[in-house]
């Protein structure tokens, strides 16, 4: 249980890149950082506008003068600050997470990063790399993957309670974009924009969050072979897609499903993970993110909730209130950045033993989200072909 006990020793020192006035996934990451303590705001390049960013900051409570005009600038000015910023948070449209994350690992800062990570594989090995040899966490914001619905799902996959695993069954197909809303929204826009976005849109910006949640259920999977078709819609989003179908095999005999898409007319988010196995099943749906629904073979299904004493114990050490109420999106991403202080902590403290059994999407996540979309454009673009996993 969360109570509001900090388990850090001193709140991390923090600073943002983008997540400006307006900025919907700003407010996300900012509450769910500040949430119980584990981050402290001190510094932003929180807008393009050097002006517009410096008065978002001062109405954040920040002092003026660590409101920069740019994120070069502001890795400058922290390094050289006896009370620099440890962690940057980089919340900016695709094309710039790489060169941005590069810079912060080479300032000597941890990151956590929107996803995509970056637009190809090689990029995000090359940060992979950096961060190793220097030590460096980096969080990829797979925010759904904080709920502990999930953690009770990967219990029960661990556990054999489902047995064999046979079917993984991935979706994430809302309906806000069902027409062109880009042509009067830039929030959408930059989204289906491939000099902004990068090779793909709903491939990168919402399966791989179901996709992510698959890979913590089912630790052991591993993709084989892919075959993905995707289409748009909406014309004007060409080459993008706005919808798209991937068959997966794994090894070992396993095989999945992933439909994404943001024509869905009529739907509200739809993200859900069925997995399948010899035994049983199991479905997580993030519109009711607060129960599992478990079906065992010959038995009556049932739904399990948040917060019961029949759970795994890991999967009640993020409840935050009793069971009953309502957990969210909020709760969900504060969970990750519990859990990605503690990373950065024992990083710096160099103490891997503390990270033993400390799940989190680091820079693993963020390479393989980034490798999966890579296939699947690979397979779409020749044709709705079978390709390799590598």
């Not at 309670?161 to 830039?186: K, M, Y």
């Not at 948040?306 to 991403?333: K, N």
Request: charged residues 20%; glycine residues 10%; contains cysteine.
């Amino acid at each position: 249980m969360i109570d509001g006990i900090r388990l850090t020793k001193a709140p991390i020192r923090w600073g943002m890149v983008g997540g400006g006035r307006g900025s919907q996934i700003g407010y996300v990451h900012r509450s769910a950082a500040l949430r119980d303590g584990y981050f402290s705001l001190l510094a932003g390049a929180f807008d393009l506008d050097p002006d517009r960013g410096r008065a978002f900051g001062a109405d954040l409570g920040l002092d003026p003068g660590r409101c920069y005009p740019d994120w070069q600038a502001m890795f400058a000015a922290e390094a050289a600050r006896a009370d620099g910023i440890r962690c940057v948070t980089i919340a900016t449209p695709n094309n710039t997470h790489y060169p941005i994350t590069r810079a912060a690992l080479l300032a000597g800062l941890h990151v956590i990063c929107e996803k995509p990570l970056t637009f190809t594989t090689s990029e995000a090995l090359d940060l992979q790399a950096i961060a190793a040899d220097r030590g460096l966490v980096v969080g990829v914001a797979y925010g759904y993957s904080g709920h502990q619905m999930i953690e009770e799902a990967a219990r029960l996959v661990a556990d054999g309670t489902l047995g064999e695993i046979r079917i993984v069954n991935l979706q994430f197909a809302h309906g806000f974009h069902s027409a062109a809303v880009e042509h009067d929204n830039p929030a959408a826009r930059w989204r289906v924009d491939p000099a902004f976005a990068g090779p793909s849109y709903v491939l990168g910006d919402l399966a791989t969050h179901p996709l992510y949640v698959a890979q913590v259920i089912c630790p052991n999977l591993r993709i084989r072979r892919l075959l993905c078709t995707r289409q748009s819609f909406v014309a004007s989003r060409a080459p993008l897609e706005d919808n798209a179908t991937v068959l997966m095999e794994y090894e070992g005999g396993a095989v999945g499903t992933c439909w994404t898409s943001a024509v869905n007319a009529g739907a509200m988010h739809s993200q859900k993970v069925r997995i399948v196995g010899s035994k049983g099943s199991v479905e997580w749906w993030d519109e009711h993110p607060n129960q599992l629904r478990l079906e065992i073979q010959g038995e009556p299904a049932r739904v399990l909730d948040r917060g019961m004493a029949y759970l795994h114990p890991q999967s009640l050490a993020d409840d935050r209130i009793g069971a009953g109420h309502p957990e969210g999106l909020f709760d969900a991403w504060a969970n990750l950045h519990c859990r990605f202080a503690l990373a950065i902590e024992a990083h710096e403290d160099k103490d891997p033993a503390r990270l033993a059994g400390l799940r989190y999407p680091g820079i693993e996540a963020g390479v393989e989200g980034v490798r999966w979309v890579e296939h699947c454009v690979r397979s779409a673009d020749g044709g709705g072909v079978w390709v390799d996993y590598a």
